[in-house]
């Protein structure tokens, strides 16, 4: 079975790299000090100390593997240096949309589910904003039908 590609941006690939690097080097030691503490007050059947730094070790080393796995299945997303030239959204573009209902301006990056952080202006590729920017350009009026409730945007800029 092949294993699914998780789409990212290079700074998204970095950030996964250094949380793996301080799960690793820095919160496993962390977690070693805390099972060796537990273990020091003795008796471990009744021991809630150790309870919960096992759970932590079990959370640590799962968020490892998991960490691991996307990045050994990352599939780099060229961020859109070129919109001007390619004049369309696409995965990576920065695009500044106004919302027609409310009035309000949005600078969104399009980027891979995992680094999404909408408040942060991160929107993952799988929803339903992005799905239908894809492919349109500045000045195109695009009705977002996917949404719980249907709105419509305008495309004001692409970064």
Known sequence: MAQEKFLVTQAGLD???REQDELIHVVRKEVIRELQ???AQGDLS???DYDAARDHQARVEARIRDLEAMIANAEIIEEDKGASSSKT???G???TILDLSSNEEETYTIVGSIEA???NGKLSNITPLA???MDNKVGDRITVAEAEV???VKITALH
Do not use: C, G, H, I
Request: hydrophobic share 40%; no cysteine.
């Open 15 to 17: 950030e996964l790299k």
């Open 37 to 39: 503490e537990a273990r």
């Open 46 to 48: 009744e021991n809630a």
């Open 89 to 91: 959204v696409t995965l």
């Open 93 to 95: 573009s920065t695009v």
């Open 117 to 119: 952080d909408p408040l």
């Open 131 to 133: 799905v239908a920017l």
């Open 150 to 152: 249907p709105y419509d």
